[in-house]
């Protein structure tokens, strides 16, 4: 799950900067590698990231959403979840965090931390009774979003890709 507007990631900045100025996003040595990392990973397992999206999105948004094709060419499913969509049902959608091993007994949580500023600030790894809300979080947000293929952008946006 993906839910904040705005990343501070010192790796992207350049990138980040490039795609404002031009609506171009040149994917990195870095993006090359998890492309190939979520690659070798079919058909065994899978990755599923469901993307927040404010209305409008911020640029950053957009900038991640110039990635997305490429990713779900390597495997990764993306869908997007519009943050209008969740506003007033309990959770933690307002946090990052990743599931790992969903439907296994040793199914963990980890819950990205960020700084005031959108710098990742560390991870926290959650366990056992821990792990439900996000779990819940996680249910209801395959369930509410759509694929990004037939994500409807609002009036007056383009997809990127």
């Known amino acids: 799950m993906e839910a904040r507007d705005h990343y501070d990631i010192a790796d992207e900045r350049d990138q980040f900067e490039?795609?404002?100025?031009?609506?171009?996003?040149?994917?990195?040595?870095?993006?090359?590698?998890?492309q190939a990392w979520v690659r070798s990973l079919r058909p065994k397992r899978g990755i599923?990231?469901?993307?927040?999206?404010?209305?409008?999105?911020?640029?950053?948004t957009l900038f991640e959403f110039a990635y997305f094709p490429d990713l779900v060419a390597a495997g990764e499913q993306v869908r997007i979840l519009d943050r209008s969509?969740?506003?007033?049902?309990?959770?933690?959608?307002?946090?990052?965090?990743?599931?790992?091993?969903?439907?296994?007994?040793?199914?963990?949580?980890?819950?990205?931390?960020?700084t005031a500023g959108s710098a990742f600030h560390g991870v926290r790894v959650l366990e056992n009774a821990e792990i439900a809300p996000y779990l819940d979080v996680r249910e209801a947000a395959l369930r509410l979003s759509a694929d990004l293929n037939d994500y409807h952008w609002p009036e007056g946006y383009v997809r990127v890709a």
């Not at 490039?18 to 998890?34: C, H, K, M, N, W």
């Not at 599923?48 to 950053?60: A, F, I, K, N």
């Not at 307002?94 to 819950?111: H, I, K, P, S, Y």
Request: with cysteine; net charge negative; aromatic share 14%.
């Open 85 to 114: 969509g969740v506003s007033g049902l309990a959770g933690p959608w307002d946090q990052d965090f990743w599931v790992f091993d969903v439907d296994t007994l040793t199914c963990v949580v980890a819950v990205m931390d960020y």
């Open 18 to 34: 490039e795609f404002v100025a031009t609506g171009r996003a040149t994917p990195s040595e870095e993006d090359l590698a998890y």
């Open 48 to 60: 599923v990231r469901v993307r927040l999206v404010s209305q409008p999105p911020t640029p950053y």
